[in-house]
């Protein structure tokens, strides 16, 4: 009876080299969708923190009255320095009606930033 030989066992050198090439390829792809998934969930958060400061902002601008507000720009105090408003009127609309606009944007930058319009009636 007669052994057949199976021939050396274990992969050859390119075999393994062509893996690792695939492998690294992959791991590239993955690591690039999660640190955009990453950038985008930031980018969210922030869209988030600049509508709702300026919509307490706007909040603010209704509680006081667009006769009896003086101020058209500052900051949000020391809980939130980096964070701008400023505040438009646009009066004598029909009806007596004014167009009140809130922009918030983070100091420095014009691409973070947030505008919100609302008509107040007298």
């Known amino acids: 009876m007669k052994r057949q030989s199976l021939g ?3 992969f050859s050198f390119l075999e393994v080299l062509v893996a690792v090439a695939v492998l690294a390829v992959v791991l590239v792809t993955v690591l690039a969708t999660c640190l955009g998934m990453q950038e985008s969930v930031l980018r969210c958060r922030e869209i ?17 009255g667009v006769r009896n507000w ?23 609309l029909p009806g007596g009606m004014t167009l009140a606009t809130v922009t918030v944007s983070a100091s420095g930058t014009v691409s973070s930033s947030t505008h919100i319009d609302k008509v107040l009636v007298k």
């Open 8 to 10: 050396p066992a274990g």
């Open 48 to 64: 988030d923190a600049l509508s709702a400061l300026a919509m307490a902002k706007l909040v603010e601008v209704e509680r006081i």
């Open 70 to 92: 003086q101020v058209t720009d500052g900051d949000f105090g020391p809980g939130q320095p980096q964070w701008k408003w400023h505040v438009d009127f646009i009066k004598g």
